[in-house]
């Protein structure tokens, strides 16, 4: 087994100058639209790298759940700048996208597909080291062996992992994560308690990343809903329990929680919205829970969160009730709904979200199967046949209730 992490993780407020003791020749900086932009952090990672001494390039306009054509164009401007760092900054995506980049930069023979080979990625570091500054608290990119890229031919997000793509240096700089809108705070604050979640039950769990899985639980639960009503203290806190989140799950692998909201998320786009990732895992967590929990190390597992944030329970299985009766309690304070059906176009509750009953219907063995090829499925607790998934898609479907 590894555990791996990046070799310097600067983390507070004000992390994001420690830009300025970085060595090196030329930099790329990768950001996506406009908000890095807009509230000043893009200058001041620009002008700390020229006080490094460092030639800055900048790569703008990375989109959200970047695609496959973002990476190409991204490689190509690494090529022709040559950078000895590759510095990105932002949510998940442009970190993500960045990622992706770098190996074709590395490795210009590199086609898409050989990059979503899991722990098939040639060494990278021959031409540059890469940096991660993360902006939202979620996706905890920054210290992760992952990134997510969009196939918009087919509607569906393909996870590369490898830990060669795991950053050298991350900054956890709170300061940034203070301009997120409410409802960031909500969806990447509840991606976050899935990752510690589902971390903590995987197969792949280890004492090495347990007190990281379990820490991260309890300071999710903590400071979230004060996070998202305003709370700069509460914000701060959540930009380190994600990170920790991170640490636990690129060492421990996810679940199924994970393969649902990749195979969902861009699936419906004809009929107007994204899933947004984050919505997505907190409306699916609780029915996975209940699915996993008929899994007698899995049962123990959430039974053992359930006693470390001191939910109550006369036995496993009322503890287990009870964990999911948190985090649907979360999902409300928060004004996520429960299921597909209420999920509506601004990802806020509704009676009559935007993926018609028949639709999801009709695709509903299609997502199954994709969902059972995800990368995230082989570490998940209990292994779902075809039908099971289908049935637990349904139950995330209607918001009914797992008895099986
Ligand atoms: N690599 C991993 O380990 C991993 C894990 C989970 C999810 N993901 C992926 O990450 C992506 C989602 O990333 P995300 O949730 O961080 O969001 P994001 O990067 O997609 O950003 C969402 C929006 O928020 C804005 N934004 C970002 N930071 C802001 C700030 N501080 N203030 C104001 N606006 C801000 C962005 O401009 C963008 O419009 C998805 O593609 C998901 O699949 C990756
Ligand atoms: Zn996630």
Same mark, same amino acid.
């Given at each position: 087994?590894?555990?791996?992490?990046?070799?310097?993780?600067?983390?507070?407020?004000?992390?994001?100058?420690?830009?300025?003791?970085?060595?090196?020749?030329?930099?790329?900086?990768?950001?996506?639209?406009?908000?890095?932009?807009?509230?000043?952090?893009?200058?001041?990672?620009?002008?700390?790298?020229?006080?490094?001494?460092?030639?800055?390039?900048l790569f703008e306009g990375i989109e959200p759940d970047p695609s496959v054509e973002t990476v190409m164009k991204g490689a190509k401007a690494m090529t022709e700048f040559g950078p000895d760092w590759i510095v990105a900054i932002g949510g998940g995506s442009p970190i993500d996208a960045a990622k992706a980049m770098w190996i074709k930069y590395e490795h210009p023979e590199c086609t898409f597909e050989d990059m979503c080979k899991v722990f098939g990625i040639p060494e990278l570091r021959h031409k540059a080291h890469f940096c991660a500054i993360s902006s939202t608290s979620g996706t905890a990119t920054e210290v992760t062996a992952f990134?997510?890229?969009t196939d918009y031919a087919k509607g569906i997000k393909y996870p590369i992992a490898d830990f060669q793509i795991t950053p050298d240096v991350a900054i956890v700089d709170p300061e940034l994560a203070?301009?997120?809108? $409410?409802?960031? +705070? /909500?969806?990447?604050?509840?991606?976050?308690?899935?990752?510690? %979640?589902?971390?903590?039950?995987s197969t792949a769990n280890s004492e090495f990343t347990d007190p990281l899985a379990l820490h991260a639980i309890e300071m999710v639960k903590e400071y979230l809903i004060p996070s998202y009503n305003g709370d700069t203290e509460a914000r701060n806190k959540m930009h380190d329990a994600q990170c920790l989140a991170g640490m636990a799950f690129s060492n421990a692998l996810l679940g199924i929680v994970h393969s649902m909201a990749h195979k969902t998320g861009a699936i419906f786009a004809d009929y107007g919205a994204h899933i947004i990732h984050g919505a997505a895992n907190a409306m699916y967590l609780p029915k996975v829970i209940a699915f996993?929990? $008929?899994?007698? +190390? /899995?049962?123990?597992?959430?039974?053992?969160?359930?006693?470390? %944030?001191?939910?109550?329970?006369?036995?496993?299985?009322?503890?287990?009730?009870?964990?999911?009766?948190?985090?649907?309690?979360?999902?409300?304070?928060?004004?996520i709904p429960h299921c597909i059906k209420n999920y509506g176009k601004d990802s806020y509750p509704c009676e009559q979200g935007f993926v018609p009953e028949s639709v999801f219907l009709e695709r509903l063995p299609e997502i199954a199967k994709n969902?059972?090829?995800?990368?995230?499925?082989?570490?998940?607790?209990?292994?779902?046949?075809?039908?099971?998934?289908?049935?637990?898609?349904?139950?995330?479907?209607?918001?009914?209730?797992?008895?099986?």
């Open positions: 087994m590894r555990f791996t992490l990046p070799r310097d993780i600067y983390h507070g407020n004000g992390a994001i100058d420690e830009l300025k003791s970085f060595k090196g020749k030329k930099a790329m900086v990768c950001v996506g639209g406009s908000s890095m932009k807009k509230f000043g952090f893009l200058d001041r990672v620009v002008e700390n790298l020229k006080t490094a001494g460092m030639q800055v390039q990134s997510i890229i203070q301009t997120m809108p $409410k409802k960031l +705070v /909500a969806h990447t604050g509840m991606d976050a308690m899935t990752h510690a %979640i589902e971390a903590y039950v996993n929990a $008929k899994d007698p +190390v /899995a049962l123990k597992r959430y039974a053992k969160i359930a006693d470390f %944030i001191n939910l109550g329970g006369k036995d496993d299985q009322e503890k287990v009730q009870n964990l999911i009766a948190m985090l649907r309690g979360m999902n409300d304070e928060l004004s969902a059972i090829l995800d990368a995230c499925t082989g570490s998940n607790p209990r292994q779902p046949s075809q039908k099971e998934m289908e049935d637990l898609l349904k139950c995330c479907y209607y918001d009914t209730e797992v008895d099986f």
